[in-house]
């Protein structure tokens, strides 16, 4: 008994040491807080350095485009006086064009009532090719746009003179009766039909003028069988009229 109550102390203090204090406890709590606090301080640091370099290169950008923008607005501060000379040269232009527009108004009003005189001189076959042309004349004001009456105009003059070029040959009716009529251009016609029905026609100032002219009939009616490829080419001598 003398001896086992050493042991038991030993294992009593043992024990008690291998318990820590609650100071201990808390001290080493207070710590491990400390530790954490410190390591998100550490963490939010690295996160502001972060963002105060994000910032810092947003703001050299901002600068950039403002040195760039300065830049552009000096150049152009520079290309006014350019620019100044460019909108009066477009004034100057479109001044030009009025202009223009003007004397080409002025000179379809003098020259559509001349056309539609002359027009009456084209042979049926040809105002019947310019019957759209004309009517765009006949409806022209003046003041209008004189675009269309001008194209008008042109296309006229180049049907008239295409006609002028050729021999046109053509279906007509002649004292009653069917002929063939064949154009020399602008310049005279001839027509036969049945019977020795024939004749020539010349433009007049109100049309075209027929002359009823029998003896000519078969003289003109070789002319259409050499013209159908019925008879070799050979000359022909007809009455010719020219006002």
Same mark, same amino acid.
């Given at each position: 008994?003398? #001896?086992?109550?050493?042991?038991?102390?030993?294992?009593?203090? #043992?024990?008690?040491?291998?318990?820590?204090?609650?100071?201990?406890?808390?001290?080493?709590?207070?710590?491990?807080?400390?530790?954490?606090?410190?390591?998100?301080?550490?963490?939010?640091?690295?996160?502001?350095?972060?963002?105060?370099?994000?910032?810092?290169?947003?703001?050299?950008?901002?600068?950039?485009?403002?040195?760039?923008?300065?830049?552009?607005?000096?150049?152009?501060?520079? &290309?006014?006086?350019?620019?100044?000379?460019?909108?009066?040269?477009? $004034?100057?232009?479109?001044? &030009?064009?009025?202009?223009?527009?003007?004397?080409?108004?002025?000179?379809?009003?003098?020259?559509?009532?001349?056309?539609?005189?002359?027009?009456?001189?084209?042979?049926?076959?040809?105002?019947?090719?310019?019957?759209?042309?004309?009517?765009?004349? &006949?409806?022209? $004001?003046?003041?209008?746009?004189? #675009?269309?009456?001008?194209?008008?105009?042109?296309?006229?003059?180049?049907?008239?003179?295409?006609?002028?070029?050729?021999?046109?040959?053509?279906?007509?009716?002649?004292?009653?009766?069917?002929?063939?009529?064949?154009?020399?251009?602008?310049?005279?016609?001839?027509?036969?039909?049945?019977?020795?029905?024939?004749?020539?026609?010349?433009?007049?100032?109100?049309?075209?003028?027929?002359?009823?002219?029998?003896?000519?009939?078969?003289?003109?009616?070789?002319?259409?069988?050499?013209?159908?490829?019925?008879?070799?080419?050979?000359?022909?001598?007809?009455?010719? $009229?020219?006002?």
């Amino acid at each position: 008994m003398h #001896r086992a109550i050493p042991i038991f102390c030993i294992l009593s203090l #043992r024990l008690a040491a291998q318990q820590p204090d609650a100071a201990v406890i808390e001290l080493r709590e207070t710590i491990s807080k400390i530790v954490d606090v410190q390591t998100m301080e550490s963490k939010e640091r690295l996160d502001w350095e972060a963002r105060k370099a994000e910032m810092a290169a947003l703001l050299e950008l901002h600068q950039r485009e403002l040195e760039l923008l300065n830049e552009e607005l000096e150049k152009a501060g520079q &290309s006014a006086p350019g620019h100044v000379d460019s909108t009066e040269d477009l $004034k100057a232009e479109i001044a &030009s064009l009025k202009a223009a527009r003007r004397n080409a108004s002025e000179a379809a009003a003098r020259t559509i009532p001349r056309t539609l005189a002359l027009s009456k001189r084209f042979p049926a076959p040809l105002q019947k090719d310019c019957e759209t042309d004309l009517a765009t004349l &006949s409806t022209w $004001k003046s003041g209008e746009d004189p #675009r269309a009456a001008l194209q008008a105009e042109l296309s006229i003059l180049a049907k008239a003179d295409q006609f002028n070029r050729r021999l046109t040959r053509v279906a007509d009716i002649r004292g009653n009766r069917e002929v063939e009529v064949l154009y020399l251009g602008l310049a005279a016609a001839y027509y036969t039909g049945r019977g020795g029905n024939a004749g020539t026609g010349h433009p007049g100032p109100d049309g075209w003028v027929w002359t009823d002219q029998p003896g000519i009939a078969d003289e003109i009616n070789r002319i259409f069988d050499t013209l159908d490829k019925k008879r070799p080419p050979s000359m022909a001598t007809l009455p010719l $009229k020219i006002d």
